[in-house]
């Protein structure tokens, strides 16, 4: 089985800190992609990251992709209550293949 | 323009009865995508179609699940003696036919077995 495990599974931090989320596997990605998914909608996608090593910043926001291609981070510099959610990696395992492997998720709630 | 579109919303239904949930996927998209997502789980690939055709439907957990799209656009998911644990939210997405085309999710369908 093919799994990305996402951690921590919870995180309630106050607003205006800095966080980091991972997303892990035991096997090599072709691209991965982050999602932010809130309550009675679906997952929105934030970025992906395609190259080893690759990294990609959208606004307070920074995502790095591991070398091996087998691991991302999301960084989240002053949290604010809008960032608030569920925080989802994603992957297909080969190039061409549209299936989305997803992650576990991470609950993210900054307070105010 | 619109984004995807799932109906209902919502549904209840009781154990071991039949249930279809519809997406309508964003206008000029031929590839879609349902997906499973149980409470606190992320989603669950079911079933891909590129155009009228499922192009991989290795997600689908057993054959009591079903999905067509007969004309290319609107797809529905059939569930047959539906059971407790196929209580979820149901994700439609929709993309363009390029290799790594973001796929737009609905807002799901929230099914619940009684």
């Known amino acids: 089985t093919q799994l990305l495990e996402q951690s921590p599974q919870f995180l309630s931090i106050q607003e205006g800190e800095n966080l980091t989320v991972y997303c892990n596997s035991s096997s090599v990605f072709s691209s991965l992609q982050w999602y932010r998914q809130e309550p009675g909608e679906g997952p929105v996608l934030l970025v992906t990251v395609v190259t080893g090593g690759e990294v990609k910043k959208l606004k307070r926001l920074t995502f790095q992709f591991g070398d091996a291609r087998k691991d991302s981070s999301l960084h989240i510099t002053a949290a604010q209550p809008g960032d608030t959610g569920l925080y989802l990696c994603a992957g297909p395992f080969n190039f061409g293949n549209e299936k989305l492997t997803f992650g576990t998720g991470t609950r993210l709630t900054i307070i105010p | 323009g619109a984004g995807v579109s799932q109906t209902p919303s919502n549904k209840v239904t009781e154990k071991g009865k039949y249930v279809e949930l519809r997406c309508d996927p964003i206008?000029?998209?031929?590839?879609l995508y349902w997906y499973r997502q149980s409470l606190g789980q992320g989603p669950e690939f079911l079933i891909y179609f590129q155009g009228t055709g499922a192009a991989d439907d290795s997600g689908l957990p057993n054959d009591r699940f079903f999905a067509v799209r007969p004309e290319g656009s609107v797809s529905t998911l059939k569930i047959q003696r539906t059971e407790r644990g196929d209580s979820a939210v149901y994700l439609c997405a929709s993309s363009l036919s390029l290799a790594g085309a973001t796929q737009y999710f609905g807002p799901g369908t929230r099914l619940t077995v009684l």
């Open positions: 206008s000029g998209h031929t590839a």
